[in-house]
């Protein structure tokens, strides 16, 4: 694939993963809003807890195999269809551990409802494992407009049910139904949406290969989700469910974010890497890229969230929520470092250094766990906040093998994200200083600064003339006139 080509198939991916996770996030995010009217923090706790056991397991699951997928370059059905059928096996093999784990979890909380509710919600297991495998032909043929249309079917079918549910008093079971109707769907609806299905085949030499490369990102992933639910575990047990429904809430806004954009740009990003996995010259200036790029878009939105931040919470939540601004405003501090973290994670993926990626595992969740074993003697709001610090010196940490691999370090990272920082930080100021200007109307308020925030790093990105902003833009007149030309030789 030459590079003119490479680079347009990219955009063309990019802009269906980022509608894809936008339209579907979007969704997601307004039924949020609406089932946290209707529901109590300590409801919304409840299901955080469960969640916790159910990722954890979709974990083990999908084994790492999705990214080995992606990842090899000359992956084929028999490939995929192995991954398939073993996925399916493993989801069985958790379900019957979760089902049989239950009443202690029950227990252990001492909720008792959560006996049913984790039998029920670990059904999600079984569509989980073929997602994962469908996903991973898109990423591999960058073809996200069937999962962008699969995504938002779901999401709609699912956001529906949930709140007719909470409406008419189903309370906790309305997010249970949430979660299970769909990603029912989504298996669903992609197998009409995306052209892969699988067929009669299975090879285990097959998945040995995959696994060999799996294993690590799969220990990788186990420790990083183990260590990341450690904090949901820890408030839900230690403080209550209460505290976990808040801190939920308040990392939903940033989260929200940086799974659209920021996944959006990780999902394109490890098979384009992977292509150009024989010349390190190109992949760093790829990589160069991502770094540019994500930072200008991702960074105004976390410092817009946290100038709006109790604005925000005050509008779409109301008075009962306002607990949850203090994490939401932490936690934006701490997402802000993503875009070095997927950048760097993705580039060692595709160069096929999975044992890197596992050692780099080890030694962050070895820093966390004495941050976290601080921060449980001061309190939650203490907790996160050490949590975001911690997340600033992994930054180091992510791209110290890339130094080496790419010739491409920190430094020259920083150096690349301090324009867009620092653009983002001024527009966040100036958003803060108009919400203590204007009247109390919440929502009125909200647009207003929401809308001056956009216009004033607009302005900022064009007067300082941002590298990133230029290439946006010439980006996007090269598809407009590129569009145009196609329909004039049409």
């Not at 999908?62 to 370059?73: C, D, E, I, P, R």
């Not at 995504?151 to 049910?161: D, E, H, K, M, R």
């Not at 220990?219 to 575990?233: E, K, M, Q, R």
């Not at 701490?334 to 580039?347: C, D, K, V």
């Amino acid at each position: 694939m030459t590079e003119v080509k490479l680079k347009q198939k990219v955009a063309d991916g990019l802009f269906w993963k980022l509608l894809e996770n936008g339209g579907a996030q979007g969704i997601q995010f307004v039924i949020a809003i609406l089932l946290a009217r209707l529901l109590s923090p300590a409801e919304y706790g409840v299901v955080g807890i469960i969640m916790i056991f159910i990722t954890i397991a979709n974990v083990i699951v999908q084994n790492g195999f999705s990214t080995a997928l992606v990842q090899k370059q000359h992956a084929d059905e028999k490939d995929f269809s192995s991954v398939f059928y073993f996925g399916l096996l493993a989801s069985g093999v958790m379900y019957c551990v979760l089902y049989g784990a239950a009443p202690a979890i029950a227990r252990f909380y001492q909720i008792q409802v959560l006996e049913k509710i984790v039998r029920v919600l670990a059904l999600v297991l079984f569509p989980g494992a073929v997602i994962s495998v469908q996903t991973a032909y898109v990423s591999r043929k960058l073809e996200f407009r069937g999962l962008f249309l699969s995504t938002l079917t779901a999401s709609v079918v699912s956001g529906a049910v949930s709140i007719w549910m909470a409406y008419t008093g189903f309370g906790v079971w309305a997010m249970v139904g949430q979660q299970v109707i769909y990603y029912f769907s989504l298996m669903l609806v992609l197998f009409f949406m995306v052209s892969w299905h699988p067929a009669f085949l299975f090879a285990w030499k097959r998945l040995a290969v995959l696994f060999a490369f799996g294993w690590k990102l799969l220990t990788a992933s186990l420790i990083d989700t183990l260590f990341n639910n450690l904090y949901g575990l820890i408030m839900g047990k230690i403080y209550n469910e209460e505290i976990l429904g808040i801190y939920n809430r308040g990392d939903q806004f940033p989260k929200l974010i940086v799974n659209n954009l920021g996944a959006a740009i990780q999902s394109v990003l490890l098979p384009a890497f992977s292509s150009c996995q024989g010349s390190p010259e190109k992949m760093c200036h790829m990589v160069r890229r991502a770094v540019r790029i994500s930072s200008f878009l991702i960074l105004p939105m976390l410092f817009g969230l946290c100038a709006v931040a109790d604005t925000l919470v005050l509008a779409l939540l109301g008075e009962k929520w306002l607990s949850c601004v203090p994490y939401l405003r932490i936690l934006c501090v701490a997402y802000s470092f993503w875009p070095i973290h997927i950048t760097n994670l993705q580039a060692i993926n595709a160069a096929g250094r999975s044992d890197v990626f596992l050692k780099l595992e080890i030694i962050k969740k070895a820093m966390g766990l004495m941050g976290l074993l601080v921060g449980i003697q001061f309190g939650p709001l203490v907790l996160v906040s050490i949590k975001a610090v911690l997340d600033f010196f992994c930054t180091f940490v992510n791209s110290w093998p890339n130094k080496r691999l790419l010739g491409y370090g920190i430094g020259t990272q920083w150096a690349d994200i301090l324009p867009s920082a620092g653009l983002s930080l001024a527009m966040a100021g100036c958003v803060y200083g108009l919400g203590l200007a204007l009247p109390q109307g919440a929502w009125i308020k909200l647009c207003l600064q929401i809308g001056f925030g956009v216009g004033c790093y607009a302005v900022l990105a064009a007067i300082f003339q941002a590298e990133s902003f230029r290439y946006l833009v010439c980006l996007v007149q090269d598809r407009v006139n590129s569009r145009k030309q196609n329909i004039i030789e049409e």
